[in-house]
């Protein structure tokens, strides 16, 4: 799939400091990129009341949401559990 990072997510990854968050970032982002279904995704899961909107859970405190559009994938926002409900979508 195709995949686009928006400048909101940009901003988002450079206020996390630890390397082991941004580590999985990058998985996610290189995993995004192989699959060629969705569902192959793991810890994907819609959020309720919004279609096509979804977030992936990477580690117990950090979440990325995402939007699909056929065959894209738009990483929109990252951040830690506590904040990223009251950002997205």
Avoid: H, W
């Avoid at 206020?15 to 569902?39: C, G, M, P, W, Y």
């Avoid at 859970?57 to 990223?84: A, C, H, M, P």
């Amino acid at each position: 799939m195709k995949i686009e990072i928006t400048k909101r997510f940009v901003k988002d990854t450079q206020k996390i400091t630890d390397k082991r968050i941004l580590l999985k970032i990058q998985q996610v982002l290189l995993e995004a990129q192989k699959i060629e279904n969705l569902i192959c995704m793991n810890d994907l899961e819609e959020m309720s009341g919004y279609p096509n909107f979804y977030r992936i859970k990477f580690d117990y405190r950090y979440r990325i949401g995402i939007y699909v559009d056929n065959q894209t994938i738009q990483f929109l926002r990252v951040g830690s559990r506590e904040s990223f409900y009251k950002k997205f979508p």
